[in-house]
């Protein structure tokens, strides 16, 4: 007979005891003894769901460490969520990622996952469930549930109910490339603005000035809606940008600290994007308050901003966002000829390589390079020179 590991349990056996059907079963305790249990019951069937209930009640009072594998998934699910909504109390961690999490917790993962066991959760049972979510939703929402379930295996490792976390064994999620967000170019960033200054519907949802302070600036979105009068100071032509704007289910629109310290940070305005805030501070009459409030002069809901511009954008320009501001701004900057360090300290990354590889010079022709390559032609006759050099001057003599 193999030996019992912790938390484990033998074979159900039946007998009697004064006329009274009984069942029995060796379980091993997590302090390493080795016990009988045994419950009585009207019949075999009866003693038997008795005594496994017994057992589980008996395993589930823990370990040391506080949980076991006999605890439900759902369980450590509640811990895990209580442990993450006090990171996100404390200013740790954004409430948009709780309100994500306990979405797809709530309506993917606890009805699949939820009633198993942690010694039941396995790699090939969080295989199954992510790549059904993957196939029946999305690689977005498959990779919201992994690191959910992730995040709750990892929480449960260390609370004792599991020894690794499955997730981790896991076919990585492969999803379409996404189309790169593209910069207005040359008159496309006027023709744009025009368009915008001649809706009346951009008016009305305020969209031109928006716009323009988005291209002085090259900020998200949310940091954009996030601006208040105070943070402006429009003497020395400086915003500082300090808190992102999102909607919060139950909460509505809320603000809260930027995600990073580089996040973090003053811009200077050109002087046109000055010039552009005085005259809306005296239109508005505003001097504290949101610079781009609602209706209502609260948060403005930035997917209602996304929205408003797919309205006015037409087909002209169905391709644009936001986010093409920002993507505007740093190829402005790059070609300019500011250093990547420089336009990621505008656009608020902490890695420079995300300013590299998500915003400068993908697609683009590089005449640098061009020129590079033809200076190491390797049947170029050296005394030629360089082929752009002379070009139009042939007939006269150059000296030896």
């Known amino acids: 007979m193999k030996p019992l590991g912790l938390g484990e349990h033998g074979q159900v056996t039946h007998g009697k005891e004064r006329g009274k059907n009984y069942a029995y079963v060796l379980v091993r305790l997590w302090s390493g003894k080795t016990r009988q249990v045994k419950r009585s019951g009207a019949t075999k069937a009866e003693a038997s769901r008795r005594v496994m209930a017994a057992v589980e009640e008996l395993l589930a009072q823990g370990s040391s460490a506080g ?36 979405g797809e917790g709530e309506r993917l ?9 942690l010694g039941e959760i396995n790699t090939p049972v969080v295989e199954r469930f992510i790549q059904g979510v993957h196939a029946d939703k999305g690689a977005a ?6 690191t959910l379930v992730s995040n709750v295996c990892s929480w449960a490792v260390r609370q004792g109910g599991m020894t690794a ?11 379409q490339p996404k189309r790169q967000p593209r910069a207005l170019e040359g008159d496309e960033i006027h ?22 302070f988005m291209l002085a600036t090259g900020v998200r979105i949310g940091e954009a809606l996030g601006v208040t009068w105070a943070d402006v100071d ?4 400086v915003v500082k940008f300090e808190r992102t704007v999102y909607r919060v289910k139950g909460k509505g629109m809320v603000a809260r600290k930027v995600k990073s310290a580089a996040s973090e940070r003053p811009l200077k305005l050109p002087t046109w994007a000055v010039s552009l ?22 948060w403005r809901d930035r997917n209602l901003v996304q929205r408003s511009i797919r309205e006015v954008r037409g087909s002209d320009f169905e391709w644009l966002s936001t986010h093409t501001y920002r993507k505007t701004v740093a190829t402005l900057l ?24 998500k915003y400068l010079g993908r697609g683009a022709a590089n005449v640098g390079n061009l020129r590079a390559l033809e200076a190491s032609n390797p049947d170029r006759d050296a005394s030629a020179g360089d082929p752009e050099e002379g070009q139009g001057d042939q007939g006269e003599e150059t000296g030896s």
């Not at 008016?203 to 031109?208: F, G, M, N, T």
């Not at 429009?234 to 032509?237: E, I, K, Q, R």
């Open 67 to 102: 949980l076991t594998k006999a605890a439900r998934f759902s369980a450590a699910y509640e811990g895990w969520l209580a442990s993450f909504t006090a990171l996100v109390e404390s200013g740790k961690r954004a409430e948009s990622s709780l309100a994500l999490y306990t």
């Open 109 to 117: 993962v606890l009805p699949r996952l939820g009633d198993l066991r």
């Open 141 to 146: 929402t498959a990779k919201v549930c992994k």
């Open 165 to 175: 976390n499955p997730v981790r064994e896991l076919t990585p999620i492969e999803a």
């Open 191 to 212: 023709a744009w603005l025009v368009a915008l200054d001649e809706s009346d519907y951009a008016r009305r949802h305020d969209l031109p000035d928006l716009a323009r």
């Open 234 to 237: 429009l003497s020395a032509g």
């Open 277 to 298: 805030l005085k005259e809306r501070r005296s239109k508005l009459r505003a001097f504290d308050g949101p610079v781009f409030p609602n209706a209502r002069g609260g």
């Open 334 to 357: 790059d070609e300019s000829g500011m250093t990547a360090r420089q336009i990621a300290d505008q656009l608020g990354h902490s890695r420079v390589s995300m300013t590299q590889d």
